[in-house]
T-cell receptor
Framework: QKEVEQDPGPLSVPEGAIVSLNCTYS??????FMWYRQYSRKGPELLMY????GNKEDGRFTAQVDKSSKYISLFIRDSQPSDSATYLC???????????FGAGTRLAVHP | GAVVSQHPSWVICKSGTSVKIECRSL??????MFWYRQFPKQSLMLMAT?????????EQGVEKDKFLINHASLTLSTLTVTSAHPEDSSFYIC??????????????FGPGTRLTVT
């Protein structure tokens, strides 16, 4: 079993849709949960991070963590074509001292 | 968020030559920097962890004599690809840590360097 599972997509949605991106993980030692956005041929950009179960909101983005189910989600409201990118979940634990990435989900928002 | 820069953004070199890529944290000091490699449509692969003033720690399978990493200051790390071959062609991305959270860090990425070896 992989440590992190993330559906690579591609996921195609119309502009204005609510997008749900998800990752599951198996390592209960993971303490921090992050979402990065990567445009084509660019470095990843940190969108949000959280270290507790529950929801964290930032503008159109909401990160949700369920530690009991080892499941994290990123919701994008009112999606825009500019949201078209690859979204990577990432996890950090002190034991590893490094980020563990999911495979990334390619999202396309069409006008 | 914090800014990490890389130079060059794109480089073409001939097989057998060496290429140096610079990574700078522009508005913060980074005691730890990371170098990643990414192939098309794949996720990031960590190559090595670099701590300022000490030797880099390489991931399993990464040749330390081929990928030389120097973290000379708190704002600069360099990756030198020695005796480059076409199979080294890839997208190289550096990353730097900042702000010690309770037990964790924020980690920011540079824009990447596309290396093509002919």
């Amino acid at each position: 079993q992989k440590e992190v599972e993330q559906d690579p997509g591609p996921l195609s949605v119309p502009e204005g849709a609510i997008v749900s991106l998800n990752c599951t993980y198996s390592n209960s030692a993971f303490q921090y949960f992050m979402w990065y956005r990567q445009y084509s041929r660019k470095g990843p950009e940190l969108l949000m991070y959280t270290y507790s179960s529950g929801n964290k909101e930032d503008g159109r983005f909401t990160a949700q963590v369920d530690k009991s189910s080892k499941y994290i989600s990123l919701f994008i409201r009112d999606s825009q074509p500019s949201d078209s990118a690859t979204y990577l979940c990432a996890f950090f634990s002190g034991g590893y001292n490094k980020l563990i990435f999911g495979a990334g989900t390619r999202l396309a928002v069409h006008p | 968020g914090a800014v990490v820069s890389q130079h060059p953004s794109w480089v073409i070199c001939k097989s057998g030559t060496s290429v140096k890529i610079e990574c700078r944290s522009l508005d913060f000091q980074a005691t730890t920097m990371f170098w990643y490699r990414q192939f098309p449509k794949q996720s990031l692969m960590l190559m090595a962890t670099s701590n300022e003033g000490s030797k880099a720690t390489y991931e399993q399978g990464v040749e330390k004599d081929k990928f030389l990493i120097n973290h000379a200051s708190l704002t600069l790390s360099t990756l030198t690809v020695t005796s480059a071959h076409p199979e080294d062609s890839s997208f190289y991305i550096c990353s730097a840590r900042t702000k010690l959270l309770p037990g964790g860090y924020e980690q920011y990425f540079g824009p990447g360097t596309r290396l093509t070896v002919t």
